[in-house]
């Protein structure tokens, strides 16, 4: 997907006031796909661009292949200047405090009188409902959503080490967004699309809800789980190395018994079947654990691969700037960044045609297209006033 004709979403204008993860995620995708995608930045540049710590490489990650405008929407020339550039889009894309785009006239319902055919996505905490109005982050949402409660030890709960509800989030707008362009084109208008950050935590824990309404039996958290398979779990090797195993079938733990030599192991009465092996977990786990605690990780892993065991390294983050699978896939490419340098960038996790939606154009500076795009504006509302 190298040319912009060929990409799915060529033809397709979209206008984003976005900062930080969820919104800027939902125009990336976007973006991915061919739409030509205009961040609305506030003089000075987003603010998510300086962010320091954990946050240092939000803008990096979720903006590829968009323009940057600068315009200052808190002022009436600004809000005019920005109505008047989304008459000119398909999309309107944002995931401001709540209330916020109402108070620079910039709200769906106030644009949809103007601009009937406008699909506008709001990125928020919350879908309309009791709590609507409160701020929130992706760390409070998995507090309350059941995702930190699952993910911790008991009385520790633990939010996921990534910023999965944002992400998501950005991800429901584009499926929202993609839904009602395609229903534009039969009805002729446009409509909004809402997404939220507590309702995507709780659509991640609703396995866990369902297994309680069939069950009535609260459920642990993950690490106080009673497993189904009775050998998956993360194993210490030699010189602390660790490796995750999951053996959950019957071959599979034959085949297990096997790469480690144990053939005594698959013959013992007591495991002989999953459900009999999780039954003895508790004898089972140590005498693996035994077993593996002189093993290396490079040994096992190719006996694993050819005995069709599950297994996985634990893998740091910066590790996987070096995988060979990411970057014979195609999922690890070269950005050219803001300031001229280059790094590498995680693609979109699909593939159409056998075609990875990459990199098109390097990360804009701010204001970079400023005069592109409200130059074509200002000449459109020049012809248009010589007529």
């Not at 961040?39 to 240092?56: A, F, M, Q, S």
């Not at 998501?168 to 499926?175: D, K, P, S, V, W």
């Amino acid at each position: 997907m190298s040319t912009a004709a060929s990409l799915p979403l060529d033809g397709i204008r979209v206008v984003e006031f976005t900062h930080m993860v969820m919104g800027p995620t939902c125009g990336m995708i976007l973006a991915d796909l061919g739409a030509e995608v205009i961040k609305v930045e506030p003089p000075g540049g987003d603010k998510t661009r300086r962010l320091p710590g954990l946050g240092i490489g939000f803008f990096r990650t979720f903006n590829r292949n968009k323009k940057s405008v600068v315009i200052d929407i808190s002022t009436p020339a600004g809000q005019a200047a920005a109505a008047d550039l989304i008459g000119e889009c398909d999309v309107v894309i944002e995931n401001f405090r709540p209330g916020l785009m109402r108070e620079f006239g910039l709200d769906y319902e106030t644009l949809a009188k103007r601009y009937p055919r406008l699909v506008y996505a709001s990125h928020k905490g919350f879908l309309p409902g009791p709590y609507d109005k409160r701020l929130a982050l992706d760390e409070v949402v998995q507090m309350m959503g059941g995702l930190a409660y699952m993910t911790g030890p008991v009385g520790r709960p633990l939010r996921a080490g990534a910023s999965v509800n944002d992400i998501m989030g950005g991800m429901f707008g584009a499926i929202g967004i993609l839904a009602a362009l395609r229903e534009r084109d039969l009805t002729g208008r446009g409509q909004e699309v809402q997404s939220a950050l507590f309702e995507n935590c709780v659509f991640l824990c609703s396995q866990h809800m369902m297994q309680y309404a069939m069950t009535q039996q609260p459920l642990p958290p993950m690490p106080a789980r009673v497993s189904a398979w009775s050998v998956y779990d993360v194993f210490t090797l030699a010189q602390d190395e660790q490796l995750f195993i999951g053996a959950v079938s019957d071959k599979q733990f034959v085949a297990l018994c096997g790469v480690l030599g144990r053939a005594d192991l698959a013959a013992d009465p007591r495991f002989a079947t999953n459900s009999e092996r999780v039954a003895t977990r508790a004898d089972l786990i140590p005498m693996l654990a035994e077993i593996l605690k002189d093993h290396r990780v490079d040994d096992l892993v190719p006996k694993f691969e050819a005995a069709g065991i599950p297994y996985a390294p634990i893998v740091r983050p910066e590790q996987l700037l070096d995988d060979p699978h990411l970057k014979a896939s195609g999922g690890l490419v070269p950005m050219t960044t803001e300031d001229g340098g280059t790094t590498d960038t995680v693609l979109l996790p699909l593939s159409m045609g056998g075609r990875r939606p990459g990199v098109r154009r390097a990360l804009a500076k701010i204001g970079e297209h400023t005069q592109e795009i409200l130059g074509r504006l200002k000449a459109k509302a020049s012809e248009g006033g010589k007529e």
